[in-house]
C-alpha cells in the first residue's frame, strides 16, 4: 500500500490547520469556557507527555522489554497518583510566585543563577534526543506511507535533498510558525492548551481504533488472542522473561522522571493548570489515560508478529492497518501519530524557550530602556524558538536516522532523570542547597554525555572502564543518578547555605506555616516603585507594573503601609518573573528595592503568619489546630478587650489596633493594620509616638481634640516579651478613655467654688442681718417717736423692706446649709414651703426669662425629708421650665394625694423634650442647652434626691393633648396620719 | 498530616503484598492482560479516595 506525497501532505497540512484553527478560536473566545476550562480539557492537554515515541516508540519497548513497558506509564502514573504530594507543592509554587519553568522553580528555590544557566543548558542537552524523535518518527511514517509512489522521489530530485530531509524541514517550519503564533505570549494559552487536548483525544482514538482492529480484526477478540498465544507460547514468553533480568526496574525509575522533570510535562502540569484545583481529579484521571493510552500496545505487537509486518516492531502501530489493506484507517493512525509529535514538540520548543531566555539570555543581554520591554522580550522568545526547532532539526540530521526511537527517548528520559533530586529537594528537604545540586547535576549530565551522547554523535566506542553506548543505557542510569545524588546531598551537607537561599528554602518547604521574619523596605510610598524601576525598566514599563501589581492587591497608588509594600514588592517581582524569569526579576528587585533585616534582630510579620493561618485553617489537624483555638481565643479576647489597645513593632509599625480602639479613634483597624506610627492620623499620631518614646510607663490624663470633642485619655505601655532571653518584641499600648472621670471632676471643682461662696454669702447674710436689724430698729423708733403721718408711712415701708432683706438673707443662708444625709433625721415639711422658698430664690435672678409661677399647692401636703435638698429639687426643676417657657409664660406647681403617694406636678407650656432625649435626661451631664449654660447634672441631681427620699419621677412631654409643654410628676411617700399629726 | 499518614500506610501495605501482587500479575498461566486490572483498580481506588477527601474538606 502506498500514498501519494501530495494526498497525504494535503492531510498533515489540513490537520495542522485544524489544530490552528481550534487554537485560534479558543484564544479568541469562541469556545466556550465550559469546554475549554473543564478539566477533562486539562487532563487532555497533559496528554502531550505521550509523544511519537507513546505512539509508535513503545510498541518496540513492549517488543524488547515485555511487561517492562508498562513502566513507561506505571512509572508516569504513579507521580499523578500522588499528585497531591509531588505535584501540588510544586504547583502552588509556581502559582504563588508567577514561576514560569522548571529552570525558574529551581532558581528561585537554590537562589542561584549559576544552578539555573547550567540546569537550562542541560535541560536542553537532555530535550534535544526527543525532539529528534519526533522528526524522526513523522518523517519515517511518511516515508513508509509513500516509500512506493513516483512523486516522493521527484521531490528529492527537484530539491537536491533526500526526501525524508526536505518532509522534515518543511514540518519543522510549519510547527515553528505555530508555537511562535500561539505560545509566545506573556499571558497564560488557552488556545495552546485546547489545541494540545484536542491532538490527545486524536491520538488516543487512533491509537484504541489501532488496538481494536488489531485485537478483532487479526486475532477474532479476546478468546482469539489467547488461542494464538497458546499456540506461540515464545510471544508470550517475550512478555515475561526481560522483566526477570531487572532492567525493567531502571525504566520504572527513568520514567518516573519524566512526569515531573520533563520541560513540557511540567510546564502544563504546573505553570498551564487552571486556576480551580483539579489536583485530586488528577489523581485518577490521568493514570485512567494512561491506562488507555496502553491498552492497545501488546496486541498491536502481537498482530504485527501475527501479520509478519515488514517493518520494525516501533511502527507496527502504522504497520498493522497497512498490512490489513485498511488505507483510511492507516491514514488516520498516521495523524494520530503526526498529532502526537505535534504536541510534544510545539510544548517542549516553547517551555524550553522560557528557559534559555530567563536563564541564559536575559541575565547576558541589556534590554533597552527606550524600547518597549515586552516586545523585546516577546522577540527575544520568537528567535529562541527557532534556534530550538533549528537545533532539533540538526540534531536529527547528525543522528540521520541511526537511533531508534526508545533508544532517542531512553537518552532524553536518563538526562531529565538527573533533575529529579534537585526537584524533590525544593518541597522536601531544605537543607539541599545550590552547590549541591550544581555538582549533582553536572556530574550526572557528564557520565550521561560520556555514555549516551558522545557514543551516539561519534565513532568512540569505549571511554576507559565507563561502558559506553546505548546498549549500556541501565548502568549509566543507574550510575549517573548514584554519583549525582551522592554528590547533591555531600555537598549540600558539607558547604554553607546563604541566608538568601535558606529564606527560599523555607519558603518552599511544605510547611507553609514556618515564621517569616518582617523584613524593611526603604521605599515608602507606591510611587517610589514606579520611580525606582523606571531607572531599569523604563518608564512607561516600570508604570504599567506597579498598576498592574496595584490592582492585583487591591491598593491604591497613594498606599504607604510598610506590610501592603512589602506585599506590594513581592506580587511585582512575581509578575516581573514571569516576564523575564525569576533571577533577573529577583535581582532587579534585590538592587532597586532591596529588603533589609530590621536592627536589633528580625521581628516575626505577625500580619502575614495571621493572614496564612486564616487561609490555612482548615488544613490544620491534631495539636496544630488546638494551638490555632489557642491563638484565636487570645486574639479574640484582645481584639474585644473593652479597653483601646495597640501593639506596635521595634519598627514602629502597628501589629495589632482593637476594636476599642477603632472606636475610640474612629479608624477602621483594616485601614491602619500594617502601617507605621508615622502614617497615623492625628492627634493620634504625636500622642503615640511620643508616649513610646517615652521611657515613662504611664501618662496620666492627656487631652486629645477631636473635630467635635475633646476627650482625656490616660496611657499605659508594656514591652513585649521577645522568644529569646532579655528581648523585647515591641510594645503594647492601652489608652484609657476619663473623659466621663475628667468632666466630673471639673463639676466637682464647680460645685465646691459654688459651695464656697455659698458659706461665703451665709456669713455675708449675717454680716448684712445686724445692720439691716439696726435699721429697722432705728425705723421703729422712728415710728413711734413720731406723729407725722409720713414718717410714719415711711418707716413702714423702712420695715417692710428690711423685712424682705431679711427674708432674702434668711433664704440664702438656709440654701447655703449642706441638709441632712440621713434618713432618720428627715422632718416632716410643708412641700407648699419648700416650693414657695424655691420660687422666692428664683425671683431673685431678674436677668432671666420673666415667668408666672403659679403655686396651687395645698398648705397641708406634707412629706417627711430634707426641706433643703427638696428646695433643690425645685429649683432646678422650675429653672429648667422658667428656661424652656416662652417670655411671660405661666410655670403651674400643683399637688394631690393619692393612696401611697403624695404626688406634686410641676407643668410648663414650653417647647417640650424630644422623645429621643427622654431617656437620657436624667444621665448626668446630659444637656442640650448651649455649652455653658448648663451643666447637665440638674436633671440627674433632682433625680438621685427623690431616690434618696423613695420617691419617683417621670416626665410627660408633650403634654397630654396638647402638641407642647413638659410635665414633671414626682411621687414621694405619703406620711402616715398618725406620724404627720405627731 | 492525614494525608502523609495515609501514604505511608499505604507503602507498608504495598511493600507487605507487592511479592504476591507482582507473582500473580505476571503469572504466565493466567490471562495477559492482568496487569491492567490492578492497573484498573489502583485507578477506582483512587477515584474513590479522591472523592471523599473532597468532602471532608467541604
Known amino acids: 500500500m502506498s500514498f501519494e506525497i501530495s494526498d497525504i501532505a494535503l492531510l498533515g497540512t489540513g490537520y495542522l490547520l485544524i489544530l490552528f484553527g481550534i487554537a485560534y478560536c479558543a484564544e479568541k473566545g469562541w469556545i466556550p469556557k465550559r469546554i475549554s476550562e473543564h478539566p477533562v480539557t486539562y487532563i487532555l492537554s497533559l496528554g502531550i507527555f505521550a509523544s511519537a515515541w507513546a505512539f509508535y516508540g513503545v510498541v518496540d519497548l513492549a517488543y524488547q522489554y515485555g511487561y517492562g513497558a508498562l513502566a513507561y506509564y506505571l512509572g508516569t502514573g504513579a507521580v499523578f497518583l500522588f499528585a497531591p504530594m509531588v505535584i501540588k507543592p510544586l504547583a502552588q509554587l509556581v502559582k504563588r510566585f508567577q514561576i514560569t519553568s522548571l529552570t525558574d522553580l529551581l532558581v528561585f528555590r537554590y537562589h542561584s543563577q549559576t544552578a539555573g544557566a547550567i540546569a537550562a543548558v542541560c535541560m536542553l542537552a537532555a530535550v534535544l534526543p526527543l525532539l529528534a524523535l519526533q522528526i524522526q518518527a513523522v518523517t519515517e511514517t511518511l516515508h513508509i506511507l509513500t516509500s512506493g509512489s513516483s512523486s516522493s522521489s521527484e521531490i528529492s530530485g527537484y530539491t537536491g535533498m533526500p526526501f525524508r530531509t526536505v518532509m522534515a524541514l518543511c514540518y519543522c517550519i510549519l510547527l515553528a510558525a505555530f508555537t511562535i503564533l500561539f505560545g509566545s505570549s506573556r499571558e497564560k494559552h488557552n488556545g495552546l492548551r485546547v489545541a494540545m487536548a484536542f491532538e490527545s483525544l486524536i491520538k488516543l482514538a487512533a491509537l484504541l481504533t489501532a488496538g481494536f482492529v488489531a485485537l478483532y480484526g487479526v486475532f477474532d477478540g479476546f478468546d482469539g488472542l489467547d488461542q494464538w498465544l497458546t499456540q506461540n507460547p515464545e510471544n508470550l514468553e517475550l512478555l515475561y522473561s526481560p522483566i526477570k533480568a531487572g532492567e525493567s526496574h531502571t525504566l520504572l525509575l527513568v520514567f518516573l522522571a519524566t512526569a515531573v522533570a520533563m520541560p513540557h510535562v511540567f510546564h502544563m502540569s504546573t505553570i498551564e493548570a487552571p486556576a480551580k484545583n483539579i489536583s485530586s481529579t488528577l489523581t485518577w484521571a490521568f493514570p485512567l489515560f494512561l491506562l488507555l493510552m496502553a491498552l492497545p500496545i501488546f496486541p498491536l505487537l502481537w498482530a504485527g508478529i501475527e501479520l509478519g509486518s515488514p517493518l520494525s516492531p516501533q511502527y507496527f502501530t502504522l504497520g498493522v492497518p497497512m498490512q490489513m489493506g485498511l488505507p483510511i484507517l492507516t491514514l488516520f493512525i498516521f495523524v494520530g501519530g503526526l498529532s502526537a509529535a505535534t504536541g510534544a514538540i510545539v510544548s517542549i520548543s516553547l517551555s524550553l524557550s522560557t528557559m534559555l531566555l530567563n536563564q541564559l539570555v536575559l541575565p547576558a543581554v541589556h534590554l533597552s530602556r527606550k524600547r518597549d520591554l515586552y516586545r523585546q522580550v516577546l522577540w527575544f522568545r520568537r528567535v529562541l524558538i527557532i534556534l530550538i526547532f533549528i537545533c532539533g532539526y540538526s540534531f536529527y540530521k547528525l543522528l540521520n536516522n541511526s537511533l531508534s526511537l526508545t533508544d532517542l527517548a531512553l537518552m532524553t528520559f536518563i538526562e531529565a532523570l538527573q533533575f529529579i533530586p534537585g526537584i524533590f529537594a525544593i518541597a522536601y528537604w531544605p537543607s539541599a542547597n545550590s552547590r549541591g545540586l550544581i555538582v549533582g547535576l553536572t556530574l550526572g549530565t557528564l557520565i550521561w554525555t560520556a555514555g549516551l551522547l558522545l557514543p551516539a554523535l561519534t565513532d568512540i566506542q569505549s571511554l576507559g572502564i565507563l561502558p559506553i553506548g546505548v546498549e549500556y543505557w541501565d548502568t549509566i542510569t543507574l550510575l549517573s543518578i548514584s554519583i549525582n545524588i551522592a554528590a547533591f546531598i555531600g555537598f549540600s551537607m558539607l558547604t554553607t547555605t546563604s541566608t538568601e537561599e535558606r529564606y527560599s528554602a523555607e519558603l518552599c518547604a511544605e510547611d507553609e506555616l514556618s515564621q517569616p521574619l518582617r523584613t524593611i523596605l526603604n521605599v515608602h510610598t507606591a510611587e517610589d516603585f514606579t520611580d525606582r524601576l523606571s531607572v531599569i525598566l523604563g518608564g512607561r514599563t516600570a508604570d504599567r507594573e506597579v498598576k498592574r501589581a496595584l490592582e492585583e492587591l487591591n491598593l491604591g497608588p497613594k498606599e504607604r503601609r510598610p506590610y501592603a509594600l512589602r506585599q506590594l514588592r513581592d506580587r511585582i517581582e512575581a509578575n516581573l518573573s514571569s516576564l523575564i524569569g525569576t533571577s533577573l526579576a529577583s535581582e532587579i528587585m534585590d538592587e532597586h528595592i532591596p529588603y533589609q533585616l530590621p536592627e536589633g534582630g528580625g521581628t516575626s510579620d505577625i500580619n502575614l503568619i495571621e493572614s496564612r493561618l486564616a487561609q490555612y485553617r482548615s488544613h490544620l489537624s491534631g495539636l496544630a489546630a488546638e494551638l490555632d483555638n489557642l491563638r484565636l481565643y487570645h486574639r479574640n479576647t484582645l481584639e474585644e478587650l473593652p479597653m483601646a489597645a495597640v501593639s506596635l513593632g521595634h519598627d514602629m509599625e502597628i501589629l495589632m489596633w482593637n476594636q476599642a480602639m477603632a472606636q475610640l479613634t474612629t479608624i477602621d483597624s483594616d485601614s491602619v493594620l500594617g502601617s507605621h506610627l508615622d502614617d497615623l492620623e492625628q492627634p493620634w499620631r504625636d500622642l503615640l509616638n511620643a508616649f513610646s518614646q517615652s521611657p515613662n510607663t504611664h501618662l496620666h490624663k492627656q487631652q486629645v481634640d477631636q473635630a467635635h470633642s475633646t476627650r482625656w485619655i490616660s496611657l499605659h505601655k508594656a514591652n513585649i516579651v521577645g522568644p529569646a532571653a532579655n528581648s523585647t518584641d515591641g510594645q503594647v499600648i492601652l489608652l484609657e478613655d476619663i473623659t466621663d472621670i475628667q468632666r466630673l471632676e471639673q463639676e466637682l471643682v464647680h460645685s465646691e467654688r459654688l459651695a464656697s461662696i455659698g458659706r461665703l454669702s451665709a456669713g455675708v447674710a449675717h454680716e448684712i442681718g445686724n445692720p439691716v436689724t439696726g435699721i429697722a430698729c432705728l425705723a421703729q423708733n422712728l415710728r413711734y417717736d413720731t406723729k407725722n403721718e409720713d414718717a410714719i408711712e415711711t418707716a413702714d415701708m423702712i420695715l417692710s423692706q428690711t423685712d424682705r432683706i431679711g427674708r432674702i438673707v434668711q433664704s440664702l443662708v438656709s440654701f447655703s446649709h449642706t441638709g441632712q444625709q440621713n434618713k432618720d433625721d428627715f422632718i416632716l415639711l410643708s412641700v407648699r414651703d419648700c416650693a414657695s422658698e424655691a420660687v422666692q430664690l428664683l425671683s431673685l435672678q431678674k436677668d432671666k426669662n420673666p415667668v408666672i409661677f403659679d403655686l396651687r399647692l395645698d398648705q397641708g401636703l406634707a412629706v417627711m425629708g430634707d426641706p433643703q435638698r427638696l428646695i433643690q429639687v425645685f429649683i432646678n426643676l422650675l429653672s429648667n421650665a422658667r428656661d424652656a417657657s416662652p417670655q411671660g409664660g405661666t410655670i403651674i406647681i400643683d399637688g394631690q394625694t393619692s393612696t401611697q403617694w403624695v404626688e406634686i406636678f410641676v407643668e410648663d407650656n414650653g417647647s417640650g423634650i424630644p422623645l429621643e432625649h427622654q431617656e437620657k435626661v436624667l444621665e448626668p451631664f446630659f444637656t442640650s442647652k448651649e455649652p455653658g449654660e448648663g451643666t447637665g447634672l440638674g436633671l440627674s441631681m433632682v433625680h438621685s434626691i427623690i431616690e434618696e427620699h423613695d420617691g419617683q419621677i417621670q416626665l410627660t412631654s408633650p403634654l397630654p393633648n396638647k402638641d407642647n409643654g413638659t410635665r414633671v410628676t414626682i411621687k414621694l411617700p405619703l406620711v402616715p396620719i398618725s406620724q404627720s399629726n405627731t | ?58
Open chain 2, 1 to 58: 498530616m492525614r494525608n502523609q499518614r495515609l501514604l505511608i500506610l499505604l507503602l507498608l501495605v504495598t511493600y507487605v503484598f507487592s511479592p504476591t501482587i507482582y507473582d500473580w500479575a505476571i503469572n504466565p498461566e493466567g490471562a495477559w492482560y492482568r496487569p491492567f486490572i490492578i492497573w484498573a483498580l489502583l485507578i477506582v481506588a483512587a477515584y474513590l479516595f479522591q472523592g471523599r477527601s473532597n468532602r471532608n474538606e467541604l
